[in-house]
């Protein structure tokens, strides 16, 4: 009974866990690294990423990935691995990403896209799932 009862409560507070979005990150800045004329109208833009967890949650592992949806910005190295993330931090990554744009047209903010690929921890709440001292022995039994 003991255990069927706490494969339930962790069930439970997985399937919780798994639908708080307590992580919030933002792009703040891009720093332009440098620039390469590839051709006449093509130049080759490396940037470096700084961004914000304005949640209340630790990330671990933070990689970016920019997407573009604009035939003239072509992302050639899309992902920037940032690393951790403490909450209400800002970090600037060691990491690049380059975009080649055809001068010819106008890059367009809106036709690019930031996802955002990490693992979330949640302190207060891992706590309280692992601490067996509130838990009374009788539900246990």
């Not at 639908?19 to 620039?35: C, F, G, K, P, Y």
Request: aromatic share 10%; hydrophobic share 40%.
């Amino acid at each position: 009974m003991r255990n069927k009862a706490l494969v339930g409560l962790l069930s439970t507070c997985s399937i919780f866990v798994s639908q708080l979005a307590l992580a919030d990150i933002v792009v703040t800045n891009t720093e332009l690294i440098n620039t390469v004329r590839l051709s006449r109208y093509v130049y080759q833009y490396t940037y470096r990423l700084s961004v914000v967890n304005n949640g209340e949650s630790l990330v671990l592992g933070l990689k970016c990935q920019l997407y573009s949806s604009d035939s003239h910005t072509v992302i050639t190295d899309h992902e920037v691995t940032v690393g951790d993330v403490a909450s209400a931090v800002e970090v600037t990554s060691d990491d690049t990403y380059t975009i080649e744009q055809d001068r010819r047209f106008t890059l367009d903010p809106a036709a690019l896209e930031w996802r955002f690929d990490y693992t979330e921890v949640v302190s207060d709440l891992s706590q309280a799932i692992w601490d067996e001292s509130d838990w009374d022995e009788a539900y246990w039994q």
